[in-house]
């Protein structure tokens, strides 16, 4: 199903851009050419156009994908950012076909590079790779050149699929071996945390350095660390600090991590935030989504910190500690909350809704902002309409607030992706 078309904010091409942006991960299909509008053929060759409307924190930057004379319901799973790095985009569009009689319907799915260069935008598609999921690909920007890195499991190990912009080809490099395992945990895990003791990739992040330093991130568990530059790869395990909800509360840990958990490297740091929601699924349903409705008492964000990346526990301090029942809102941001409908109960005749008994989601580390944390939030589960907040840890305050429109995931998967690629582009 395609994603539904939307108009870019007329202010967000002629502000000045901020050194980060928070794309919405999923692509719009519409025709909305600016500065940033790049062509290039898909595999079918017909024509292709994507752009950027960027715009400033908390407010999500939207990337535009154009086929010209094409229906935008052939549009399959959405055009999709998988992965940002520095000035450097990989996209995914996929496509299928009207079913032909007594025939297959026919899918065609590319991938792109998109990047910002010396004031000029360009799109370039790439040979088809073998399959992988959009978690396991990550991206190293190597001055004029890149490499795509995806590391994927298989019964025989781990095999790293890698693509170098100067041959323009995949290599695969398989078995690729764990010299150094993850440190065993510090306590006894649980039947009910059992998935604690399996790597599932969950986002990928890049050190960079001489060998090209890439970490795959189980967001619940650990970090698997290989130098994908090296004529021979390997892996290190590192740690993730352990689930609160696991330490704090004895909860059990099973599913996707993204909704709780954020990780990226800011100035060649490693920075993790966890954020716990306290609360408790209610025996009746809501009428607007037809599930149980949750009733949330607080919620909390950490933030941790790891400069040294030895492996080691101690290695990740916590630095920040945050309450929703104790974060600052200022009047004007009280304002802003309560006009939005966040903090405005229209069920109980206007009663005030706290921050604390709000839904948040999906936090996300700013990546020029040592203190910022965006949350995906919502009034209740599986609510479409959603809003980010701009927490500033340091600060313990509301920092901003901007309506983010339809979450068109619903919590599952990464409704916006942060970027460094504003800074890459003119002001």
């Known amino acids: 199903m395609a994603s539904s078309t939307a108009d870019p904010d007329p202010a967000a091409s002629s502000t000045p851009l901020h050194p980060s942006i928070l794309f919405d991960a999923h692509a719009y299909i519409g025709d909305r050419p600016n500065g940033t509008t790049a062509e290039e053929l898909t595999s079918s060759n017909r024509s292709i156009q994507v752009s950027i409307w960027a ?23 959405e055009a999709h950012i998988v992965c940002s790095a520095d000035g450097v985009l990989l996209l995914r569009v996929c496509i299928v076909w009207p079913k032909i009689p007594l025939q297959k319907k026919k899918k ?21 790779p073998l399959p992988f ?54 306590i006894q895990i649980p039947r009910n945390a059992a998935r604690l003791n399996m790597h599932i990739t969950t986002t990928v992040i890049t050190l ?39 330490i704090n509360h004895h909860k059990g840990i099973d599913g996707c991590p993204k909704p709780n958990r954020g990780i990226a490297v800011v100035d060649g740091c490693l920075r993790m935030v966890e954020l716990d ?4 699924i209610l025996p009746n349903h809501d009428p607007e989504t037809g599930l ?18 030895t492996g080691a526990w101690e290695d990740w301090q ?13 009047p004007a941001m009280h304002w802003k909350l309560r ?28 990546l020029d902002d040592q203190g910022a944390v965006y949350l995906l939030t919502k009034v209740k589960f599986m609510q479409p309409e959603a809003w980010v907040l701009a927490v500033d840890v340091k600060g313990n305050k509301i920092q901003a607030l901007a309506e983010f429109g339809i979450d068109r995931t619903l919590g599952l998967s990464l409704a916006y992706c942060p970027s460094r690629i504003s800074s890459y582009m003119d002001a």
């Open 133 to 186: 999921n959009d978690d396991e690909a990550g991206l190293l920007p190597r001055g004029e050149h890149f490499t795509i890195a995806v590391l994927s499991v298989s019964l025989n190990g781990f095999n790293l699929q890698l693509f170098k912009s100067e041959t323009w080809n995949w290599t695969n490099v398989s078995k690729v071996p764990v010299v150094t395992k993850q440190r065993p945990f510090p």
């Open 277 to 280: 929601v306290h609360g408790e």
């Open 318 to 330: 916590l630095e920040h500690r945050v309450e929703a029942s104790n974060i600052n809102i200022d």
């Open 339 to 366: 006009h939005s409908g966040l903090l405005y109960n229209k069920t109980e005749e206007g009663k005030e809704r706290k921050l604390q008994n709000l839904l948040p989601c999906q936090p996300t580390l700013s």
């Open 292 to 309: 149980h409705n949750f009733r949330v008492d607080n919620w909390e964000l950490c933030m941790y910190t790891n400069r040294r990346i």
């Open 55 to 77: 715009a400033a924190p908390p407010s999500p930057s939207r990337l535009f994908v154009h086929i010209p004379n094409l229906d935008p319901d052939l549009f399959c799973d």
């Open 208 to 246: 960079g350095g001489k060998g090209g330093t890439m970490g795959w991130v189980d967001l619940w568990r650990g970090i698997l660390f290989c130098d994908v530059l090296s004529a021979t790869p390997t892996l290190r395990g590192v740690p993730l600090p352990l689930p609160s909800a696991l």
């Open 108 to 128: 065609e799915e590319d991938y792109f590079i998109y990047r910002y260069q010396a004031g000029r935008p360009s799109l370039r598609r790439l040979p088809k």
